[in-house]
């Protein structure tokens, strides 16, 4: 795989004032042609007004197997969500 | 013919020279859907030409008007014979490699892009109307075929020899842009169009830069292969491109979806 360009996420903020989102990956030599990649692949039919590509070499991702150490502790632990507070009427919408 | 050209007369031809280069580009960069090199540019290659057909629509759409014959879109695109095609001859060589495709979309983008600068300013606000919404869409291919022949210049030996000998086939076709007859005059005085003489210099200016870029050599020769916008001769390879493009509308009239 040698002769393969570098693999490129694909994050595309949809309106202003959202947050970019991960749409996609492509592959492209460098980063100008990824967002013009991007932009021929994942914005043809008005999806969005800003692109970001980021090498995916470069993202530094949780492993699948520290699953259990890294989320399992914080199920039991019902009181870290507030629910358990009386708020006054007064107070409206939350 | 210059003695007899009525303003309508031009109009159309200058219509029919923007719509079948858009047209027969089109159709040539269509050939690449399913066999471009990666999915990424199989993808790009066919997003532009399928702008270059909506622009086809917009261009042949209004010459129809203007001929007054009752003719749609497609009844120009579909049911033309090759000598009445007005198309530059570069658009209509053949996709080669894919350095050919590319460089013959650069060349032919950088013109386009400075041509459908100078019709904004239009005398006729209905092709003012066209070049404005079009030249976005041809301002990202000239973008796009740039970079990508100074990728492939200034990339590999092997990418620069293909990209060299692409530029080295196609420059003797650049010269017919820049060719004017008594069409081109009448959209002068008409302030319909620009004299495409007068677009030269701009056009050197961009294409040598990008070039130099790529670290490509510009042939030294000016001659210029003609024929193609006065449809006094095309190349044989348009006729070729006809019968696949034509055939359907030949073999089935008043086929539809």
């Known amino acids: 795989m040698k002769n393969e360009w570098p693999l490129w996420e694909v994050f595309i903020r949809g309106q202003h004032g959202l947050s970019h989102r991960h749409v996609g990956s492509l592959h492209a030599p460098d980063a100008e042609m990824a967002i013009k990649n991007a932009r021929d692949v994942y914005t043809r039919r008005n999806e969005g007004v800003s692109i970001w590509v980021v090498e995916a070499n470069n993202i530094a991702a949780s492993s699948p197997s520290d699953k259990g150490p890294l989320y399992e502790p914080s199920e039991s632990k019902v009181y870290r969500h507030p629910t358990f507070f009386d708020i006054p009427d007064e107070v409206g919408a939350m | ?257």
Request: aromatic share 8%; with cysteine.
């Open chain 2, 1 to 257: 013919m210059a003695a007899t050209l009525t303003q309508d007369e031009a109009l159309f031809q200058f219509l029919l020279r923007m719509g079948d280069n858009t047209l027969i580009l089109g159709h040539r960069v269509s050939e690449w859907c399913g066999h471009a090199p990666v999915l990424e540019e199989d993808i790009a290659l066919a997003n532009t030409a399928l702008d270059l057909i909506g622009q086809t629509q917009m261009w042949l759409g209004l010459a129809g008007e203007v001929q007054g014959a009752g003719k749609s879109a497609d009844d120009l695109a579909f049911l033309r014979d090759v000598w009445d095609f007005r198309n530059v001859l570069l658009v209509e060589v053949p996709n080669a490699d894919f350095g050919r495709t590319l460089m013959r979309q650069f060349l032919f983008d950088a013109w386009h892009s400075i041509q459908l600068g100078h019709l904004m300013k239009s005398s006729d606000p209905r092709i003012a109307a066209i070049a404005a919404k079009t030249s976005k869409e041809v301002a990202y291919h000239l973008e796009r075929s740039a970079d990508t022949v100074v990728g492939l210049g200034d990339g590999t030996e092997e990418s620069h020899g293909f990209i060299q000998a692409a530029l080295d086939y196609l420059w003797p076709y650049v010269g017919e842009m820049f060719t004017s007859d008594a069409v081109d005059a009448a959209m002068v005085d008409a302030g319909i169009a620009p004299d495409p003489a007068s677009l030269r210099s701009d056009y050197d200016a961009l294409v040598l830069r990008v070039l130099e870029d790529a670290t490509l050599t510009v042939p030294d020769s000016r001659f210029a292969h003609k024929g193609g916008r006065t449809g006094a001769m095309h190349t044989e390879h348009l006729g070729h491109l006809l019968t696949q493009m034509q055939w359907l509308q030949r073999a089935y009239p008043g086929a539809s979806w």
